[in-house]
């Protein structure tokens, strides 16, 4: 008896359970693993230029806030507290005083709108070249919803096209102190935003759902009085501000 089993070798391993033992560890690793996430901002670039085009910058419609090395604020040339930032940004978007230094506003009515809509489309309907009609058409649309912002919100002012707040920060400017930035940047075109919607509509622009077709229209309009312009410049080596 015992010389039989030792020539047919050890009995075979009952394995039928193995796949159902892995199937609970995968949905445990799954169920108890987390995932690293990237937290950054964030941001709708612009399209890329067909063509290299140089456009005239007037200073007073650029917000210049730098930050140095050592993560100090220097806005159109002068310190400044993080927690001045987004009143100074409020102030460059609107305006109030019709200050020299700050951007002009543009009025923007509901004839100037029909005009330029007019003349747009005589333009479309003339031009030869696809490339320009097409040119022609996104600017007529584009004063279309001009038009429609007008209908909505009555008259108002508009920034000029080239009005940005531009951000350079320094080689060595901690990454903490530049999503500071940003967000006193991003959270003043927001106030303003907020402001204007609970004027109009006794609604926070923030609790819009651009889902609906109602709010979206609201969305578009209120953005055409106050776009979020931000423009960020490589990083360079700057100095301390003199305080």
């Keep these: ?22 199937f609970l560890l995968l949905i445990f690793f799954l169920v108890t ?7 950054g901002i964030l941001r709708l670039l612009p399209p890329i230029l067909e063509e290299e085009t ?8 650029v917000y210049i806030v730098l930050v140095n090395d ?21 102030e460059f978007m609107t305006n109030p ?17 029909r005009e330029q809509i007019a003349n747009y489309r005589s333009y479309v309907a003339s031009a030869t070249d696809e490339k320009a009609k097409q040119d022609f058409q996104k600017a ?15 008259d108002y002012k508009e920034l000029p096209g ?3 707040m531009s951000l350079q920060t320094g080689s060595k400017t901690s990454y903490n102190m530049y999503v500071k930035v940003q967000n006193e940047l991003e959270a003043a075109v927001t106030e303003l935003r907020n402001e204007l919607c609970k004027e109009k509509f006794n609604r926070r622009y923030s609790d819009l759902d651009e889902k609906r077709d ?7 309009a209120i953005r055409m009085v106050y776009p979020q312009r931000v423009s960020e410049a490589e990083p360079v080596d700057l100095s301390k501000p003199k305080v």
């Design 140 to 154: 007529m649309e584009k004063w279309e919803d001009k038009l429609d912002a007008v209908t909505l919100l009555g």
């Design 214 to 220: 109602e709010d979206k229209r609201i969305i578009r």
């Design 33 to 39: 693993t987390t995932m690293d996430t990237d937290v």
């Design 1 to 22: 008896m015992l010389k039989r089993r030792k020539l047919e070798g050890p009995g075979e391993i009952n394995a039928g359970s193995m796949a159902d033992i892995a």
């Design 54 to 61: 140089k456009t005239e910058v007037n200073q007073r419609d």
């Design 70 to 90: 050592a993560d100090q604020l220097l806005v159109e040339g002068q310190p400044m507290e993080i927690t001045e930032l987004r009143a100074g940004a409020k």
């Design 162 to 164: 080239n009005a940005v």
């Design 97 to 113: 005083a019709n200050s020299l230094d700050l951007p002009e506003k543009i009025p923007v009515t509901a004839a100037i709108c």
